[in-house]
């Protein structure tokens, strides 16, 4: 999951960029080898093929996640406000690859982060979902093109401007809807679960439950004013709970718990067998590392995935997240090769899609040629994305709600392969500002 307003996001890259530096001052007492020590620096590999230089480069980038490093050509929003306590890294190209960890999987045991640790993968989740609605759309169960309300009535109704949301807006955010992550009332689900509210983060929701919640946050400031299918210049805006109405639509069709249909139609054809789809409090079992809220490492509470549920309920490893983004950005998901452009055309005239190789997809991002998606949950942040015509994939990611969001732009430019943060958030800027005074 993601928390994002329409205008926010135009110049989300912007911001993070121009904080870098206080982020830096505040975080430069606590790092991870602060209470671990300095072997807490050293990465693990699982595997390192690439050559010297290239691993050199990608070293700096994870490290980079941990610890406070002043360095103009790394990305500020690496370390966000508080430097994570451990980061995996991985980049496969067809010359070798690039596999490690740096850090602790828990600051108070310091029990070393292995590469191959699973993690929760917050909006990843989306691409799973989106994957089943193409390929039910391929067998001809429904269309992108189809009104929600005419398999959501009851849903749809709670949002009157909603009425004549179709699917394919919910698959790219354009229908307008609220997010309930993105509310500025205090006392909703989103701004008390970031705050590390104990309660709100282990609170079990249903689907219908959290479509209710979101419906009455439309009115909120910070949520979206257009209706689906306007083309201004911001008429986008990420939400969650779209995604959750996208499951509910996968039940009816199928008959099958979402879930289920995930398993069954993208997770075992592909072999993604350390990839779950987790219906309530992760346990023991999963094996994850401990999730950090920032502050100087304030362990999150356990969340409840049912917060997420088709938005954002998975955890995966990042072999598996590799193997998921290579397969759908390949079309080897589906059998028509027009399912594929479709979920690659832009999905909106918003300011970041003026960009060339920086675009909104269905339901990911084009990120200077690397498409894929981010995830975040309470205590965790990852990135996912697959070059189709470089064949390189990265997936980055952080045990902490504050580091590493922007892990393949960063591991990109290491390569040479991206923009600079600073580069990019130039662009954005500049055409943020131009859409600005166009709409005027």
């Known amino acids: 999951m993601h928390r994002r307003t329409a205008v926010l996001t135009a110049c989300l890259l912007v911001a993070l960029g121009s904080t870098g530096a206080v982020a830096q001052d505040e975080a430069a007492a606590v790092t991870v080898d602060t209470l671990c020590g300095e072997a807490a620096l050293e990465p693990m590999t699982a595997e390192v093929t690439l050559d010297a230089e290239q691993a050199t480069a990608l070293d700096r980038v994870l490290r980079a996640a941990v610890t406070v490093v002043e360095d103009p050509d790394l990305l500020a929003n690496l370390q966000?406000?508080?430097?994570?306590?451990?980061?995996?890294?991985?980049?496969?190209?067809?010359?070798?690859?690039?596999?490690?960890?740096?850090?602790?999987?828990?600051?108070?045991?310091?029990?070393?982060?292995?590469?191959?640790?699973?993690?929760?993968?917050?909006?990843?989740?989306?691409?799973?979902?989106?994957?089943?609605?193409?390929?039910?759309?391929?067998?001809?169960?429904?269309?992108?093109?189809?009104?929600?309300?005419?398999y959501l009535p009851d849903e749809i109704a709670l949002f009157p401007r909603q009425a004549d949301a179709t699917i394919g807006h919910l698959l790219t955010h354009?229908?307008?809807?609220?997010?309930?992550?993105?509310?500025?009332?205090?006392e909703a689900l989103g701004p008390r679960i970031y705050s590390?509210?104990?309660?709100?983060?282990?609170?079990?929701?249903?689907?219908?439950?959290?479509?209710?919640?979101?419906?009455?946050?439309?009115?909120?400031?910070?949520?979206?004013?257009?209706?689906?299918?306007?083309?201004?210049?911001?008429?986008?805006?990420?939400?969650?709970?779209?995604?959750?109405?996208?499951?509910?639509?996968?039940?009816?069709?199928?008959?099958?718990?979402?879930?289920?249909?995930?398993?069954?139609?993208?997770?075992?054809?592909?072999?993604?067998?350390?990839?779950?789809?987790?219906?309530?409090?992760?346990?023991?079992?999963?094996?994850?590392?401990?999730?950090?809220?920032?502050?100087?490492?304030?362990?999150?509470?356990?969340?409840?995935?049912?917060?997420?549920?088709?938005?954002?309920?998975?955890?995966?490893?990042?072999?598996?997240?590799?193997?998921?983004?290579?397969?759908?950005?390949?079309?080897?998901?589906?059998?028509?090769?027009?399912?594929?452009?479709?979920?690659?055309?832009?999905?909106?005239?918003?300011?970041?899609?003026?960009?060339?190789?920086?675009?909104?997809?269905?339901?990911?991002f084009d990120k200077h040629g690397f498409k894929g998606h981010g995830g975040g949950t309470p205590g965790f942040l990852s990135d996912a994305a697959y070059n189709p015509d470089l064949d390189i994939t990265i997936v980055a990611w952080v045990n902490s709600e504050e580091g590493m969001s922007e892990g393949v732009i960063a591991a990109g430019n290491a390569l040479g392969l991206t923009p600079s943060m600073d580069d990019t958030g130039e662009l954005i800027a500049q055409k943020a500002a131009e859409a600005f005074e166009a709409a005027e």
């Open 174 to 186: 354009t229908s307008g809807l609220p997010d309930w992550e993105s509310s500025e009332n205090p």
């Open 196 to 364: 590390g509210d104990a309660e709100a983060l282990s609170m079990a929701v249903t689907p219908g439950e959290l479509i209710a919640m979101t419906a009455e946050l439309k009115d909120d400031e910070g949520q979206p004013t257009f209706s689906p299918g306007d083309q201004g210049p911001f008429d986008w805006s990420y939400a969650n709970i779209g995604f959750n109405m996208l499951g509910l639509i996968i039940e009816q069709v199928t008959g099958q718990p979402w879930d289920e249909a995930v398993e069954e139609r993208v997770l075992e054809p592909l072999g993604m067998e350390d990839t779950v789809l987790v219906e309530g409090v992760a346990g023991p079992e999963l094996g994850l590392p401990s999730g950090y809220l920032g502050a100087p490492f304030a362990e999150a509470a356990d969340w409840n995935y049912s917060q997420g549920g088709a938005a954002g309920n998975g955890v995966s490893t990042v072999d598996d997240m590799a193997t998921f983004v290579q397969a759908y950005y390949s079309g080897e998901l589906f059998d028509d090769p027009q399912t594929l452009e479709a979920a690659l055309k832009p999905a909106a005239p918003w300011a970041l899609r003026f960009i060339d190789g920086f675009q909104y997809l269905s339901p990911g």
């Open 80 to 150: 966000g406000v508080q430097p994570a306590p451990g980061a995996v890294l991985s980049v496969e190209t067809p010359d070798g690859r690039y596999f490690r960890s740096i850090g602790v999987a828990d600051v108070e045991s310091c029990t070393p982060l292995e590469p191959t640790a699973p993690f929760a993968i917050g909006s990843h989740t989306k691409m799973f979902v989106a994957a089943v609605i193409y390929q039910l759309q391929e067998e001809g169960l429904l269309s992108t093109s189809d009104l929600v309300r005419d």
